[in-house]
């Protein structure tokens, strides 16, 4: 026996922009329509889409599938309805552990008051050992036989790799063709290297994007316009913006957005700590202190965020960005990158993955496929 539709009325927050309305839905959106009547002040959106998000909770993606569950409910509580564990690099028999516990989580109908766990985001070891950020010294090249053996798993989804390594664009388009979004990050190549990558997964029909856009690959200069200048260039390429206010200054995201419109989506590269307030904590073995809402290495490096996606919705608001925008930001763009056409919109016959919001821009309630996640807001 199927439980009856639900329907939340409110303001919609629809591509063309916030209007009153109501949305019926069971596990899939049956009805979405716009009315011009009063419906009150909460707002309706999306369920928000991470592509990048290693922890939460005290839960982390490298520590098999009960972190991965913990982590899936933390984010889920914050408006995130689908996201991708995200792993780090550490030596090989634990990176495939990790991918492990995902596959099992996914193989168990995934994680009960969480977000939708569709696969993993393996960041990490085949990125530039000259270019780690927060990562621990446990880089390799991407061999044919490491990407067979990661692909195997069958749950890699996206993939970042720094494009100046011994094999790199092979392993690109290894993965391109097994379907998995090809993040290029935490590398010291120049633009052109950058462009001839991205030029070669193109003419494949790959989903390409920046791994977390301006971190862990230097900056723009007019004569030097490294892999960020590349990157935007680029007219396929999704970008993936932290915005914490640490990671990324406003200004150089609304560059991205102006550089790259419709292509920006905003992700948390959450670690173990977020939501936990200051502490000490750690990331891949590595000791972390987190201070006034910033974490670190002891040699000051910036190790992952402390963000929420609700929080990221609330900055990129704060920068002048139009809601509709933001929203897309969240939800259909990440969607696209990942080649996924069952969620990220309000849209009749699409997953119903909502995030409802109050007039300040808190969550409220959250449902993953027509589930609440919230008790105390049925």
Known sequence: MTDPPRTLRGLLVLPGGVTPGEVTFGR??????????????????????????????????????????????????????????????????????????????????????????????????????????????????????????????????????????????????????????????HTRADAETVTAFLNALSEMGAHTCATHLFNAMGGIEGRTPGPPGALLADPHAFIEVILDGIHVHRTGFLLARAAAPGRVLLITDAMRAAGLGDGESELGGQPVTVLDGKATLADGTIAGSLLTL???????????????????????????????????????????????LDADLNVIQVYVAGAPVLEDHP
């Open 28 to 185: 899939r959106i049956e009805g979405v329509t716009p009315d011009a009547a009063p419906s009150g002040e909460h707002l309706i959106l999306p369920g928000f889409i991470d592509t990048h998000v290693h922890g939460g909770a005290g839960g982390d993606t490298m520590d098999g599938a009960g972190g991965v569950r913990t982590l899936a409910r933390f984010h889920a509580r914050h408006g995130t309805t689908t996201l991708l564990p995200t792993t780090i690099t550490n030596r090989w028999e634990n990176v495939l552990a990790a991918l492990a516990g995902v596959r099992e989580v996914m193989e168990a109908g995934g994680v009960g008051g969480g977000a939708d766990v569709i696969g993993a985001h393996l960041e990490g070891p085949f990125i530039s050992p000259g270019r780690l950020g927060a990562q621990p010294p446990n880089a390799v090249d991407p061999t044919p036989d490491l990407v067979a053996e990661v692909l195997e798993t069958g749950v890699v989804r996206a993939v970042t790799l720094a494009p100046e390594l011994s094999g790199a664009t092979e392993a690109g388009m290894a993965f391109a063709q097994a379907g998995v979004r090809v993040g290029i990050g």
């Open 310 to 356: 609700a929080t990221a919705l609330r900055n990129a608001v704060r920068a002048g960005i139009p809601l509709p925008e933001v929203s897309a930001m969240l939800s259909e763009t990440p969607a696209r990158s990942l080649g996924l056409s069952d969620r990220g919109r309000l849209k009749p016959g699409l997953r119903a993955d909502l995030t409802v």
